[in-house]
Each structure stands twice: as structure tokens, then as C-alpha cells.
């Protein structure tokens, strides 16, 4: 992918938050409130949604929130180990390989409902990864509801995917089903997060902490990363987009 094309992807990010925010600041609410609506708009476009992902991708190297959620989560991904791991959502795949690099665990899953993502998931992963941990991972363009193992999972990565969803508490919830008795969950939510393809509004830290502890999951460690380095309180008070990332234990 040439520089241009990066730069045009970043563009139509940046720009279709600016239009998404302009209309959440307006109403006070996201724009979209199913996911048959963003499915039509974003996900089934195999063009827009290629260029979207390569936007995201570009934001996880641009945007202060993004780069400190990141570390957060490498510094964490260190410290883990077990058996098996899964992902749901990898989007454009940069968590997704860099836990395989880090290499804690014997197997790797990764689920996506869109199948630009999948595709953008395996071609991350074979540009950056060796044959053996390669071998460690399977791609699946599925939806995770109907993603029902015949092992356990010890640790599942939810990030940046339950705004995208109708019934977040019903996802955490099927994510515990299918993990071990005391698996680990890494989540992280935008709080006041309007893009085009988020449905689901969390309007509070709070909220997002009550969601994971009501599907049986203890919070063990927390980051808080408003967008632009403002303060938190400030953020909290403006509304402004506020990324919240979760460590919890399965209880």
C-alpha cells in the first residue's frame, strides 16, 4: 500500500468522525442504533471497510489514546500465560500478532464478522510472523455468538467491538461461557466515541465497569485514556471521547 493511499484512508477516518461528532454533539446521541444499519453502510462495503481498517490501523500510531491504550495492553500481554487464547473483533490485526509474538500461549483464535477484517488479520500476521507462531493461529470470519469451542479459552480479548454492538451484556456474557473458571478478559470501550459504525452509547466509566462485572468478571486493573491527553475530569465534563480499557478476572 502506497503513502497516498494511507494518507486517503486517514482522511476518510478523521473526516467521518468529524461528521459523526458534529451530529452526536447536536442530538446527543450516535447516529446508528442497529447493526443491520452499519452492516449496510460500513461492513459489507468491501471497499470503504478496507479503507476504514487501514485508517484505525493509521490511528493506533497518531492518536495519544490509541498509543497509550497499546502499551497498556503489551505490558499486560507480557505477564499472561495458558493454553488458549482467543480475540474477538481483530479488526486490522495489530493486537491480535502482537500477543502471538509475545507468544504466552499455545494457541491462538481470532473471530471477526467482516471479511475484510479477516482478511486484513492474516495478512498482518504474514507479514510479521515466523511459520511456528503461525501455525499457532486460526482465523475465523464468523459471528462470535455462534463460535461455541470444545476448549475453554484462558484469556479473550474484546477491544474496541462492544460499541459496535446491540447488546453488549449479552456478548460479555457469551465470552464467559466459552472461558475457563478463571479466565482473564482484556476489554476496551470508548465512552462519548461517535464514529459511523458505533451503535451502542456508553455514557459513563462507570458504566462500562458495571457491564463487565454483571457478566462475572472482577476488575482487576483499569486505564483511563482521553483523546487529545485532556485531563480526565475535563473529559468527563465536555463529553469528550474518553478510551477505557479493562483488565478482569473471570469470578
Known amino acids: 500500500m502506497s503513502i497516498t493511499e494511507i494518507a486517503d484512508a486517514n482522511r476518510l477516518l478523521i473526516e467521518d468522525t468529524i461528521q459523526e461528532t458534529m451530529y452526536f454533539l447536536e442530538h446527543g446521541r450516535y447516529r446508528y442504533s442497529s447493526f443491520e444499519e452499519t452492516e449496510r453502510l460500513v461492513y459489507s462495503r468491501r471497499e470503504y471497510m478496507s479503507k476504514y481498517m487501514v485508517g484505525l490501523s493509521v490511528s493506533g500510531y497518531l492518536w495519544s489514546n490509541h498509543i497509550r491504550m497499546f502499551h497498556w495492553f ?10 488458549r487464547y482467543l480475540e474477538i473483533g481483530p479488526g486490522h490485526g495489530r493486537y491480535f500478532c502482537e500477543s502471538v509474538e509475545i507468544n504466552g500461549f499455545s494457541a491462538y483464535d481470532a473471530i471477526d464478522v467482516s471479511e475484510t477484517s479477516v482478511n486484513q488479520t492474516c495478512a498482518y500476521l504474514k507479514e510479521h510472523l515466523d511459520k511456528e507462531k503461525m501455525d499457532k493461529c486460526r482465523v475465523f470470519k464468523k459471528n462470535a455468538y455462534d463460535h461455541k469451542p470444545s476448549e475453554k479459552y484462558d484469556f479473550v480479548v474484546i477491544a474496541e467491538v462492544l460499541e459496535h454492538l446491540e447488546d453488549p451484556l449479552g456478548m460479555i456474557s457469551h465470552v464467559s461461557s466459552i472461558s475457563s473458571d478463571k479466565a482473564y478478559l482484556y476489554v476496551t470501550v470508548p465512552v462519548y466515541a461517535p464514529e459511523i459504525d458505533h451503535i451502542f452509547l456508553f455514557n459513563s466509566i462507570e458504566e462500562v465497569e458495571e457491564l463487565v462485572k454483571a457478566a462475572g468478571f472482577g476488575i482487576k486493573d ?11 475530569e475535563k473529559a468527563v465534563k465536555k463529553k469528550n471521547s474518553i478510551l477505557v480499557g479493562l483488565l478482569a478476572e473471570k469470578v
Not at 222 to 232: E, F, N, Q, S, V
Open 74 to 83: 503489551r505490558y499486560i500481554m507480557k505477564g499472561m500465560k495458558g493454553a
Open 222 to 232: 483499569r486505564l483511563y485514556a482521553a483523546a487529545g491527553d485532556m485531563k480526565l
